[in-house]
Each structure stands twice: as C-alpha cells, then as structure tokens.
C-alpha cells in the first residue's frame, strides 16, 4: 500500500473537472490542514491543471483558506491561460471552415475536443497545441492550404517573439515513420486582459510560449498539430473509426469517436509517461470525465479488439484500473479482467507496470517480504 501525501492526493483530486461530495469533503480537510503550496504549485503548473486547480477552490469558497500569494500565481497563470485558449479557439473556428469549405475530409481530437467537450469551462483545460485529424492521402494538400492560411514551419523564440521558417519537406520517409506533420506555427499579438507585468518569463519560455512586447501587447504562437494517423503502423480504417459530428462551442464539428478517444488516451497518458518521461496527469482528468458523462456511449468489445490487435492491453488495463480505483469511475470489471495482464504467458515487452507512481514521478520500490 503506497500512502499518497496530502500534496499528492491534492493534485489527482484537482486534475479532474468534476468531483463526487465525499472528493469535495477531502478537499477541504487537506486546504484545511496547510499542505506545501510550492509543492503543489510546482507540479500543478506542469500538470497544467492550475486552471482546473483554481476553478475547485472557487466554487468551494476555499480562497480564504489559501495563502493569497498562492491564489494570486493561480490567477495569474490562468488568466494568461485563458487568453491563449481564447486565440486557439478563434483560429481553430477559422480553420475547421476552411477545411470544410475546401472538402478536406477532417475531425478534431485530443486538446481541443477534450476542452470543448468535457470541461464545463474550455479554458479550464489547456492546449499547448490544437491537433486535427486529416487522411493520409491529403497531407500534402493540407500542408498547402495552411500556408496559404498563414502558418509556417518553423520554431517561436519566446526570448524575443521571433518566429524563423523553415519549411519541411513532406516525404515518403515522412510518411512512413511518423504520424504527424511537422508542427506549423501562426503568431497572434493580443492584449490580454491582465497587467502583463504579472506574466513571469518563465511562463513564456515553457507553458505558455508567448513574448510581452514593450506597449503591452503580447505575441503568441498557434501552433497547429496536423496528424495522418494515431500510431506508427496503424490501419486507416481504426484511425476514423466511429467518427461524427459532435456539438464544439455551439458548432457541429466532425470529432474522433468517443471509444477511440477513450483508448487513445489511456494508450497515450501510458507510453508518453514511460518512454518520453512527459508526466500528463491533466489527461487523467480527461479520462475520468469522459467516463462520467459518455460512459454510455463507450464500444468496449472495440475498445478491447483495439487494444488486443495493437498490443496495448497493458497500457489501457493500468490507466483504467487507477482512474476506477482513485476515482469511483464507472469501468466495467469485465472489461478491466480482459485487459488485465496475464502473468502465465510470455511477458509483454509493452508492460511497465503501474502508472501512477510514474505520474507522480515518485520512485516507489515495493516492500517485498519472502516466503
């Protein structure tokens, strides 16, 4: 049995939109009892779940519990937050219909359907990019059209707001080894509506790529995320599986299915964790709100099919089992015995174990005791 500190159990209660009466109750016992706000604060804004961190303590009137200076970097952080989704927002409408109106065939994914989707507040929900489905067949046509929006390839230096093109070829090696275009790049100035002097340049140079700029306006990079497939290897028909039209932000806008959103995330929160060491607790919070509110809509025998044919079983199996157990999230037991790893065969290459441990980034070793 691995104790959760107060800090800890601060940040899976936080990383969700919504929470039950009894989470509510723990909540308040922990804000009560003075955890270390650095802490919390450290990892909460690379979680980049503040926003959602911030939205709790308000509507459970527990600001006059929080030292002010705490309250104040969440405010902060969110509000230049907000402003980024707002800008991402804008041009994500803008370029949905110009792929609508020249017939590419698309749906939206990931960031931008999560926040739209599941969180009573898009911005409570950050995106560092927004990402969009297109077929295989249509890249290089796509990557046409986004210039011709205005996006490049090329890299924003937040240290001077000075975006460089360079242009990236689209290959067949391209086309074979990935499953994302190179990311293109719009800059946006806005004026946000907080005292930019309050924007810390470590904000800008991490979470929120942005530059303030001497009259108080601010650069900020869109970058657009363009994917041809969700995985290396992957069939195309399994790629747009189940897909639809869903209501965005008052629009009806074809979006990835919700079972395949479901596995993805899960598979994704998994692997990024374990080979790339990028911690996505935020995506935890994704899934569990997926479960309450679309539960019903999930297809478990493809879920399970999906996961057998790709071989991560085990990836899906620790995700669900501690969003269930930490959570109360509605998962069929079935389906959790299905995917359960089976300790009788040849062990799964794939298999790293439990996640949270890793989430946490907490080195845990089991006590183990022999016979």
Not at 39 to 53: D, K
Not at 110 to 139: E, F, N, T, W
Not at 172 to 181: G, I, N, R, S, V
Not at 252 to 278: D, K, M
Request: include cysteine; charged fraction near 25%; glycine fraction near 4%.
């Amino acid at each position: 049995m691995v104790q959760l500190s107060r800090e800890e159990t601060f940040l899976l209660l936080t990383c969700r939109p919504y929470l039950s009466g009894a989470d509510d109750q723990r909540l308040m016992r922990i804000v009560a009892e003075e955890p270390d706000w650095s802490f919390i604060l450290w990892r909460a804004e690379s979680y980049q779940t503040l926003p959602v961190c911030l939205h709790h303590l308000r509507r459970l009137d527990l600001g006059y519990a929080v030292p002010q200076w705490v309250i104040a970097y969440m405010t902060a952080w969110s509000q230049l937050s907000r402003a980024r989704s707002e800008v991402q927002f804008k041009q994500l409408g803008e370029l949905l219909a110009h792929f609508r109106g020249a017939d590419i065939d698309h749906y939206l994914f990931k960031g931008p359907m999560m926040s739209a989707l599941l969180y009573p507040d898009p911005a409570l929900r950050p995106m560092q990019d927004i990402d969009l489905m297109v077929r295989a067949a249509d890249v290089r046509r796509v990557q046409r059209e986004l210039y011709a929006l205005g996006y490049q390839h090329g890299v924003f230096n937040p240290a001077d707001g000075v975006f460089t093109h360079m242009f990236r070829k689209i290959t067949p090696k391209t086309m074979e080894h990935k499953y994302a275009l190179h990311s293109v790049t719009k800059v946006e100035e806005i004026r946000p509506a907080l005292d930019v002097s309050l924007i810390a340049p470590e904000w800008r140079m991490r979470q929120i790529k942005s530059f303030v700029k001497d009259d108080g306006t601010v650069r900020m990079p869109v970058f657009i995320d363009v994917h041809f497939s969700l995985g290396e290897g992957m069939d195309e028909a399994d790629v747009w599986r189940g897909t639809g039209r869903r209501r965005v932000l008052g629009r009806e806008v074809p979006s990835q299915s919700l079972t395949t959103a479901l596995w993805f995330s899960a598979a994704r929160v998994y692997y990024e964790a374990f080979q790339h060491g990028t911690l996505k607790l935020q995506m935890l919070g994704d899934i569990d709100a997926l479960l309450r509110m679309h539960g019903s809509e999930i297809d478990w025998p493809q879920l399970l099919a999906i996961a057998s044919k790709y071989r991560f079983s085990a990836a899906i199996f620790y995700v669900l089992e501690q969003v269930r157990r930490l959570f109360d999230a509605p998962i069929p037991m079935q389906v959790l015995v299905l995917l359960l790893p089976d300790p009788t065969r040849q062990p799964d290459p794939a298999d790293f174990g439990d996640i949270l441990p890793k989430l946490l980034s907490r080195t845990v070793v089991t006590d183990i005791e022999l016979a």
